[in-house]
């Protein structure tokens, strides 16, 4: 990961394809294995805004992909 600048609400980094493949794997496992009583108060976020997270990294990663070929 490389940061390439941030302010107080946000950041511009840059990720390669291991370190997306990471977060959506780590994305997955929070979505998929926590219960819904408690996935905010661990979480800190609710699972629908988790769950855009991961598709839109998932997106990112099939374009990728497109790329490559």
Do not use: H, P, W, Y
Not at 34 to 51: N, P, Q, S
Request: overall charge negative; hydrophobic content about 45%; some cysteine.
């Amino acid at each position: 990961m490389e940061i390439i600048n941030s302010s107080r609400n946000f950041a511009n980094v840059s990720f390669n394809r291991d370190e997306l493949l990471v977060l959506n794997s780590a994305l997955n496992e929070i979505c998929n294995g926590l219960d819904m009583f408690e996935f905010e108060t661990r979480i800190g976020a609710d699972r629908e805004f988790v769950a855009s997270l991961l598709r839109k990294i998932g997106l990112l990663l099939d374009n990728m992909d497109c790329q490559s070929n």
